[in-house]
T-cell receptor, first 112, second 115 residues
Framework: KQEVTQIPAALSVPEGENLVLNCSFTDSAIYNLQWFRQDPGKGLTSLLLIQSSQREQTSGRLNASLDKSSGRSTLYIAASQPGDSATYLCAVIARNTGKLIFGQGTTLQVKP | GAVVSQHPSWVICKSGTSVKIECRSLDFQATTMFWYRQFPKQSLMLMATSNEGSKATYEQGVEKDKFLINHASLTLSTLTVTSAHPEDSSFYIC???????????FGDGTRLSIL
């Protein structure tokens, strides 16, 4: 059974700092991995999608990497801003079920 | 980009009533729609998957007679919480996906509070 774990559960940093969020998954048989952002009381916004054949994706100040063999992904946020404060969710689509399986999320607070 | 509209965003009702939540894909045909439930400070838990014109497939532990799902068209799915009770209070989020390995797009969620 695929399990997705995110570390840390919460993170607080001063504005301007570069930071890394970690995600690990137990079964490397995945179609792709996605990083989402969720603001309080809101739905999910897709940030980056990495296909299983890819190693990284970049969008603006965000860079996500995927190491399928070790079951790990990282989300790198450069020059963090208070507007980046949110919960970041990692999710994989398992090959055997086709379902999106989520981690517990990392709640980020960027202080001005 | 792809947009999924979920309505209502917030509903408060008395115990015993039924509540219907709508999920629409606005600019693409959603061959598959998903319904998730999220408790405070927890991640999303998949409740059921529905394909247009077919019966929904429910995850283990989810009562299909309690949570009725209809996916009658390629742009609309509904979740009806029947005879809702306080323990059904939660944040419900729908998601839609087109064919051909397209990513899932999420609605803004519905906050359901049962008094």
């Amino acid at each position: 059974k695929q399990e997705v774990t995110q570390i840390p559960a919460a993170l607080s940093v001063p504005e301007g700092e570069n930071l890394v969020l970690n995600c690990s998954f137990t079964d490397s048989a995945i179609y792709n991995l996605q990083w989402f952002r969720q603001d309080p009381g809101k739905g999910l916004t897709s940030l980056l999608l990495i296909q299983s054949s890819q190693r990284e994706q970049t969008s603006g100040r965000l860079n996500a990497s995927l190491d399928k063999s070790s079951g790990r992904s990282t989300l790198y946020i450069a020059a963090s801003q208070p507007g980046d404060s949110a919960t970041y969710l990692c999710a994989v689509i398992a090959r055997n079920t086709g379902k999106l399986i989520f981690g517990q999320g990392t709640t980020l607070q960027v202080k001005p | 980009g792809a947009v999924v509209s979920q309505h209502p965003s917030w509903v408060i009702c008395k115990s015993g009533t039924s509540v219907k939540i709508e999920c629409r894909s606005l600019d693409f045909q959603a061959t598959t729609m998903f319904w998730y439930r999220q408790f405070p400070k927890q991640s999303l838990m998949l409740m059921a998957t529905s394909n247009e014109g077919s019966k929904a497939t429910y995850e283990q532990g989810v009562e299909k007679d309690k949570f009725l799902i209809n996916h009658a068209s390629l742009t609309l799915s509904t979740l009806t919480v029947t005879s809702a009770h306080p323990e059904d209070s939660s944040f419900y989020i729908c998601s839609a996906r087109g064919g051909g390995g397209q990513p899932q797009h999420f609605g803004d969620g519905t906050r359901l509070s049962i008094l």
